[in-house]
Every structure is written in C-alpha cells, then in structure tokens.
C-alpha cells in the first residue's frame, strides 16, 4: 500500500508478514481487520476495483458455475483456497 494508505485484510486464513516499521510505520499506514464487510462497503469496492483498473484475477483461484454453488462452498468450508468466484451460467 501507499504512504498515507489503508489496507483491510478481509475473512480469516492464511499468514501475511508485515514489518512494523518499514511497512506500517514509516509509511504512516493503516491496517484495519475485519471480518465481513458491510452491503456498503462491498459496493464501494466494486467501484473502486472497476474506476481504478485493479486486476483481480491473481487472487482469484477458484470459479464455479452458479449452478455449482454447493460444491464451491464445500470447498470454501475446507479452507484450503484462496478466493473464489461464482460466475452466472
């Protein structure tokens, strides 16, 4: 993230290793964990993702037809994935 950003690290699972000082301090950095966001907040990073261009297809790691939902989330229940996806049709 920038100096002066935020960054939200969303849900549960997985390690990241942050370096107090170099990346949070030094660059006067906000890290906020939550563990849902809010209808809102989902909206406003729609946006967000779609105005700025952000490529999220490298976290995507699984997609699955909307028909396939229930396999999607017994996979998602292992938590043994990263991101999933669930497209229509």
Do not use: H
């Not at 809102?40 to 990073?45: K, S």
Request: net charge positive; with cysteine; hydrophobic share 40%.
């Amino acid at each position: 993230m920038r100096t002066w950003g935020t960054a939200c690290y969303v849900g549960e699972g997985g390690t990241v290793t942050i370096d107090v000082s170099a990346d949070m301090l030094r660059r006067q950095a906000t890290v906020i964990g939550s563990w849902t966001f809010s209808t809102n907040i989902q909206d406003e990073c729609t946006r967000f993702i779609a105005d700025n261009g952000v490529a999220v297809d490298r976290i995507i790691s699984d997609r699955w037809k909307l028909k396939d939902a229930a396999k999607a989330y017994a996979k998602f229940d292992k938590q043994q994935m990263g991101k999933g996806m669930l497209l229509p049709a």
